[in-house]
């Protein structure tokens, strides 16, 4: 790839750089790199700028961020050009930098939301939700059903003065009930239901379709982009089930609909998520149904807690609440999916039953080898009748990439299944969570993390089979996991996107 990098002109980094408005301060170009980078190579940006003296921050440059982005937006009048999203967008995703200039049809980003975390100014955010979301819950003829990711329940708290890792997931439910939501559903009961399809596809591709294996996870809209991108020839591996939240939103537009009457055109889909690559999500065109969508509108953590405090709710003199029933409940598996190591975890526990039709032993039940944030783990676990099957868990795509290289060099790798999550941390370090360390600090995260598995230990069923809800959900609707139907609503297709970054002639000969 380096190879095919260019050397950038003025006029191409000021396309760069998506937005002119700070050049008028007088900030410089200085010129190419002049040291070959790690990726995207010579003249990818240029090292420094020469700012007035009195300038506020040493200058380095930002992100190129497109107006029609779906997931972030910058406001200019904000930015210092400090380099901090640079920093977040190239070191730990490994975006930025790491595909030929000039942009070809389209400027590279996975919607993660890290730089967010990163910019000091606050300049870059979340695209907002708000107003679409009030004006559904003011229109009478909309029936607005919210769900909350897991990850949110442990950090929404950090807003309103609480310590990291508080579980605020009863007065979150409250709140949302307090601003009108009709019903307020668990994603985790998405979780579930993803555990229930992702294990039954797993154990299908470990036994019969071997070729298609390492299986690579797909609920993280971040790194799956990240897949389309620059690891299009890997796509085989991606599981194609729909994320946790776009399970749930197809299954409120079918199945909750006709159990409650209610017309699916004029029910609204809303999801309080950690993740701004869910933003983006939502409007993926194989994520809707007879032109409904599984998931109308994306919230952060960030903007509930606005809209909380907007409408004057005391968050601390709530009433705790409970889920709403029928989408409601979820499994102790369900709840660690926003932790790096959750989705395996919570899908090696069901593989196990489904191979053998026997509960995991007690230590897949508490899997320390997957559990924690370092970047890149590996474990293994032996399932009868199935073998010894060897995991990795990645968290952050600087990593991914590693690994990635890995399986493209080696083919079949020496794992078996592959867990992707674009945030470092998974979605509990999400680039909608709250800002409650500057920068986005790892005491932080690991308080989160003990929470959601404190949840799990806590939880009267632990594993997604058990989930009474997700059970009656099959037996009345679904029938089998990777039926029919299942299949139609549950499971999606990815899109090669290299095209749009890369000459895709020159990438296969590079
Ligand atoms: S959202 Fe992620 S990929 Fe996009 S510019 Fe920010 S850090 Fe880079
Ligand atoms: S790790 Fe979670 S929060 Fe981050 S992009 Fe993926 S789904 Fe979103």
């Known amino acids: 790839m380096t190879g095919m990098a260019q050397k950038i002109s003025r006029r191409e980094f000021l396309k760069l750089a998506s937005g002119t408005s700070l050049f008028g301060l007088g900030v410089l170009a200085s010129g190419c790199a002049s040291e070959q980078k790690q990726s995207g190579g010579e003249g990818w940006m240029p090292d420094q700028y020469h700012g007035r003296g009195d300038f506020p921050a040493q200058l380095k440059g930002r992100v190129a961020i497109a107006p029609e982005n779906a997931a972030i937006v910058r406001d200019d009048e904000k930015c210092i050009l400090c380099g901090q999203c640079i920093e977040a967008c190239e070191k730990v995703m490994s975006v930025h930098g790491y595909y030929p200039l000039p942009i070809k049809d389209e400027t590279a980003c996975i919607g ?99 070729e298609e294996l390492p299986h690579f996870t797909s609920c993280c809209p971040g790194w799956v982009k990240f897949c389309e991108y620059f690891y299009p020839d890997l796509m085989g591996h991606l599981s194609t089930c729909k994320s946790p939240a776009a399970m749930l939103g197809a299954t409120v537009k079918t199945y909750y609909a006709a159990k409650m009457g209610i017309a699916p055109e004029s029910i609204v889909t809303v999801s309080i998520m950690p993740c701004t690559a869910k933003k983006f999500e939502a409007q993926r065109a194989e994520l809707s149904e007879d032109s409904l969508a599984d998931v109308d509108y994306v919230l952060t953590t960030r903007e509930l807690a606005r809209l909380i405090k907007r409408h004057g709710i005391d968050f601390s003199a709530l009433a705790p609440a409970a889920y709403d029933s029928v989408l409601g409940e979820s499994s102790g598996a369900g709840r660690i999916f926003a932790a790096t190591g959750g989705v395996t975890e919570a899908a090696v526990r069901s593989l196990y039953y489904f191979a053998t039709k026997r509960q995991p032993p007690a230590d897949l039940l508490s899997w320390q080898a997957v ?95 058990e989930n009474a809800e997700v059970q009656t959900l099959y037996r009345a609707f679904y029938g089998a996991p990777l039926s029919e139907r299942a299949e139609q609503l549950l499971h999606t297709h990815f899109e090669d996107r290299s095209g749009r970054l890369f000459d895709r002639e020159t990438q296969a000969k590079a």
């Open 112 to 210: 993660c939301g890290q730089c967010t975390l990163w910019c000091p100014t606050g300049a870059i955010a979340e695209r907002p939700a708000l107003q679409e979301v009030e004006a559904a819950l003011a229109d009478d003829g909309k029936y607005v059903v919210v769900q909350t990711a897991p990850a949110t329940k442990v950090s929404l708290g950090e807003e309103f003065g609480l310590a990291p890792g508080a579980v605020v997931s009863a007065q979150q439910v409250a709140a949302l009930k307090a601003l009108g939501f009709d019903a307020v559903f668990d994603t985790c009961t998405g979780a579930d239901l993803t555990i229930m399809e992702e294990a039954s596809e797993a154990l299908v591709r470990l036994t019969k379709k071997q």
């Open 371 to 465: 559990r924690g944030l370092t970047a890149i783990k590996e474990a293994q676990a032996e399932v009868p009748g199935v073998g010894m099957v060897h995991v990795a868990v990645v968290s952050g795509m600087a990593a991914a990439r590693r690994v990635l290289e890995e399986v493209r060099r080696t083919g079949r790798s020496r794992w078996q299944f592959i867990e992707f999550m674009a945030c470092p941390g998974g979605c509990l370090g999400g680039g909608g969570q709250p800002k409650s360390e500057f920068p986005a600090d790892e005491a932080v995260r690991r308080k989160r993390m003990e929470a959601l598995y404190a949840e799990d230990k806590g939880a009267p069923r632990r594993m997604s089979h």
